[in-house]
């Protein structure tokens, strides 16, 4: 069985690792930017796609 293609989510703000997600990636080439909430910050902020 081969396993997901997980990613993790970086807010833009804090720098703080947050989510992690799944993406298909022979359809979705670029990287992703979610709009998500960070507890940290404490408000809705961009989370971009970063590196394992």
Known sequence: MPQ???IKLQC????????WTSKN???VERKIELKKYCKWCRKHTPHKETKK
């Open 12 to 19: 833009t703000k804090c720098k703080r690792l947050n989510y």
């Open 4 to 6: 997901p293609n997980l």
């Open 25 to 27: 990636k022979k359809k």
